[in-house]
């Protein structure tokens, strides 16, 4: 008898056994494919792009971000262009940039002349991710500026601001008061950062992984610049009007 319950419960501990071993294999290939299936969000796909180690077609050092070989962070993806899908000119808002000149005096007879004379300051950086990330100064957003080469009116998006300046004379006819105002000429660029990440076939000790890759949407908007002499920077573009 006492054989007999031996034999028997060898068997219930073969069984316990089998179905610990089962558990952790549905484990094992359960988790990877439940991680895979979670998108990045588009602020995590761009601290990717800042963090990549091809930006734009060049080559970026880890310390370009704040990374460090041993106490990270690292790269995070092989490479980031930006492809821009479009771009547009349009009419900033209309501002008042001069105080009035009045010419109302009751013995007025003819246009009084005066120097209406502004410089208005117009901001840059306008991005849609890029801005909220690292502001104006460089990393992704200095990546940009190469991107308005190619069109008229370019300027350099590691700038915050622009400025656009005047200094007229002009006449107030009798009995009106004057002001002036000034509509800049803006620029949109639309595009996204891709993303992407080569296969790795992975080690003993590191799970395989396959190739990866993320989109971003951007839209980045700024002044358009005269041109200028070399060296000088150039003027925001734009419209004047006399209101009276």
Not at 111 to 126: H, L, W
Not at 146 to 164: C, I, Y
Request: charged share 20%; proline share 7%; with cysteine.
């Amino acid at each position: 008898m006492a054989k007999r319950r031996f034999r028997n419960k060898k068997i219930r501990y073969v069984a316990i056994g089998s179905s610990i071993v089962t558990i952790a294999a549905v484990a094992t290939v359960l988790l990877p494919s439940a991680s895979a299936a979670e998108e990045p969000t588009p602020e995590q796909i761009i601290d990717m792009c800042n963090r990549t180690e091809v930006l734009n077609g060049k080559e970026q050092d880890i310390f370009d971000f704040g990374g460090h070989p041993i106490a990270g962070p690292s790269f995070g993806s092989d490479t980031c262009d930006f492809v821009e899908t479009k771009f547009e000119t349009f009419d900033g808002p209309t501002e008042k940039v001069t105080v009035d000149f009045p010419n109302c005096e009751p013995n007025a007879t003819e246009p009084s002349k005066v120097t209406t004379e502004f410089s208005k300051a117009i901001g840059q950086g306008q991005g849609k991710y890029t801005a909220t990330q690292q502001g104006a100064l460089g990393g992704l957003f200095g990546a940009l500026s190469g991107g308005w080469v190619k069109h008229k009116g370019t300027l350099d998006m590691t700038v915050k601001t622009a400025t656009a300046s005047e200094s007229e004379q002009r006449e107030v006819p009798v009995g009106k008061v004057m002001h002036v105002t000034f509509t800049p000429k803006m620029q949109r660029m639309t595009g996204e950062w891709r993303v992407h990440h080569d296969a790795s076939p992975g080690s003993f000790a590191v799970n395989p992984t396959p190739e990866r890759n993320f989109v971003a949407p951007e839209v980045v908007e700024g002044p358009v610049i005269l041109e200028s002499a070399a060296g000088t920077p150039g003027l925001a573009d734009g419209t004047t009007k006399v209101v009276s």
